[in-house]
């Protein structure tokens, strides 16, 4: 399975963007699927996260300004990203889980201007 992540790119702060990342095939009984990202000189950190029945987990930086959803129909899991800040530059990765495994990303770079 491989993941195709999009939507990055050069906003400014206080801009929104809109992340996709899609399944390259169908995919039954996705489990959960969430967005991480790595800021330059930082370890990668959990963004969000929703579950197969739609509860959703914030890192606490982006409560309030984030919104993970998925269309199950479509394999995607998208990150709406609103009131964005310098500190939210990074490059983003999704990750789905299929139990037992784990699939990733190749990540997509968002640049926050301030």
């Known amino acids: 399975v491989q993941l195709q992540a999009s939507g990055g790119g050069l906003v400014q702060a206080g801009g929104s963007l809109r992340l996709s990342c899609a399944a390259s095939?169908?995919?039954?009984?996705?489990?959960?699927m969430g967005w991480y990202r790595r800021a330059p000189g930082k370890l990668r950190e959990l963004v969000a996260t929703i579950s197969n029945g739609g509860i959703t987990n914030y890192a606490d930086s982006v409560k309030g300004r984030f919104t993970i959803s998925r269309d199950n129909a479509k394999n995607t899991v998208y990150l709406q990203m609103n009131s964005l800040k310098s500190e939210d530059t990074a490059v983003y990765y999704c990750?789905?889980?299929?139990?037992?495994?784990?699939?990733w990303g190749q990540g997509t770079e968002v640049t926050v201007s301030s």
């Open positions: 095939r169908n995919i039954f009984n996705i489990n959960d």
């Open positions: 990750k789905i889980r299929v139990f037992p495994y784990e699939y």
